[in-house]
């Protein structure tokens, strides 16, 4: 790390997916039915009346796909494993060809030289579970450490890198009380709940993970982060920013560090969580090995009695740079890194940082050349490398960076309107091109840094 824009040696290069997002085969081979298989049917849910049937057919193209991040570079790939493609009711009977998959995708990694970083929980619950309840019902949680046991114990031979979950606050929240996302409640007591199994049920798989093993494993979990901003400097807005990093940060990173909920949060949980048991917190903040954290955008907050779990709602203040999704705050990267650093992480030495995503969605094509010039995303990656070297340079231990998304894909209840990648995915096709973003990002890996211009 010798020049201003330069990266520490050993830093790890990377690019991200989840299964339901890319993988398709949604029923092949034995795999059963997720909630999100179910959501995507149901009239309204989903932007363009789409699914993730067949999403980036990487199911059937993953050797392709790998090349392709050999191609461009990256050292690391994290991707999601399909709970119900593992056990299609969710618990119980094991599904071999399932397992083989992922065993021939682990395998391919490795033999490119790229380390692979599995996340057991991308937000594809098998439906059989759903049926039974859900992540409300405390059951889901044991569940899900059994199904821990069996991916670990088959891929832990070779998988370092572990994940329980991925962005828990959005399983629970905007799929259980905004209704946004499958299983598509608006229920408030089910979205506390579903919280709080979350939670549990990364501590089972912990346990689950570390039994099955080598020595060297790395077990953490993966949190969506945003610095919160009141609208505002009337003391109503200041409060009600507090409240909503309460419910948006803090109700994963108190339980997961101080085992504890945030005592704003306090009288919601005590009254929604029925069954929380003595005990339940100790195993949530078990020590982790790393953590994850994704970023996209800051929140911008005002006071909002309409709301009333947390009389706070996000306003969108004029003038700024926005993508497609959420306003373009390159700032909060490292003000988020350094709050989770002074705030956590600095009293758990050695205890890695991963930026797990970070990644825009802005309108892109092929032109008359074939060539995607994604100038914007371009620029977005740019400016948050350049948080993540301040962040360094100040003495953050952030051991990686992970672009979202590898593949342009199925953005949930947005469909296929948004696109992420550093490589164009035609959907009508499954034709793959390199955007100019992934062969900037080559130039970058290869560097280990930024260079002061760009070629692009």
Not at 20 to 37: A, L, P, R, T, V
Not at 227 to 243: K, M
Request: glycine content about 8%; aromatic content about 12%.
């Amino acid at each position: 790390m010798s020049d201003a824009l330069g990266f520490p040696d050993g830093f790890v290069w990377g690019s991200a997916t989840s299964a339901y997002q890319i993988e398709g085969g949604w029923n092949e081979d034995g795999k059963g039915s997720s909630i999100w298989d179910i959501f995507c049917r149901e009239p309204g849910r989903i932007a363009d009346h789409s699914s993730g049937d067949v999403a980036c057919d990487h199911y059937h193209r993953w050797q392709e796909d790998l090349e392709l991040i050999s191609q461009i570079g990256f050292n690391a790939y994290r991707f999601s494993i399909a709970w119900p493609r593992v056990q299609p009711s969710g618990k119980g009977r094991v599904h071999e060809a399932g397992l083989a998959f992922y065993d021939r995708l682990v395998d391919g990694l490795l033999q490119r030289g790229i380390q692979p970083y599995v996340t057991l929980y991308h937000w594809d619950l098998p439906q059989a579970l759903q049926d039974d309840g859900g992540w409300p019902q405390r059951q889901t949680a044991e569940r899900f450490g059994e199904y821990a046991a069996v991916v670990a114990q088959r891929l832990g031979d070779r998988v370092t890198w572990w994940a329980t979950h991925n962005e828990p606050f959005v399983a629970a929240f905007v799929g259980h009380l905004f209704g946004e996302h499958a299983p598509g409640l608006q229920d408030p007591a089910a979205a506390f709940r579903a919280m709080h199994h979350l939670l549990l049920s990364h501590g089972l798989a912990c346990d689950a993970i570390r039994s099955a093993c080598r020595p060297e494993v790395k077990v953490g979990i993966v949190l969506n982060l945003n610095p919160v901003h009141p609208a505002s400097d009337s003391d109503q807005d200041r409060q009600a920013a507090r409240r909503f990093d309460a419910a948006l940060n803090r109700i994963a990173l108190d339980p997961l560090f101080r085992a504890a909920y945030p005592e704003e949060l306090a009288p919601l949980i005590e009254s929604l969580v029925v069954d929380l048991e003595d005990g339940d917190l100790k195993r949530i903040a078990q020590p982790l090995d790393f953590l994850g954290v994704n970023y996209y955008s800051r929140s911008v907050v005002r006071h909002d009695p309409d709301f009333a779990l947390i009389q706070a709602s996000q306003v969108h203040p004029p003038g700024r740079d926005y993508s497609q999704m959420w306003e373009i705050y390159p700032e909060g990267l490292g003000e988020i890194l350094t709050r989770v650093w002074v705030d956590y992480v600095r009293a758990c030495p050695g205890l890695p940082i991963l930026i797990s995503e970070n990644g825009v969605p802005v309108p892109d094509g092929l032109d008359f050349d074939g060539r995607v010039r994604d100038v914007r995303r371009i620029r977005y990656l740019r400016d948050h490398l350049v948080q993540v070297r301040k962040a360094l340079a100040s003495g953050l231990p952030i051991r990686g960076y992970f672009v979202w998304s590898l593949l342009d894909n199925f953005e949930w209840a947005h469909g296929y309107q948004m696109r992420f990648g550093v490589i164009y995915v035609d959907h009508a096709t499954g034709r793959r091109v390199i955007k100019d973003s992934g062969r900037w990002m080559t130039q970058v890996i290869r560097a280990n840094g930024l260079a002061p211009e760009s070629g692009f």
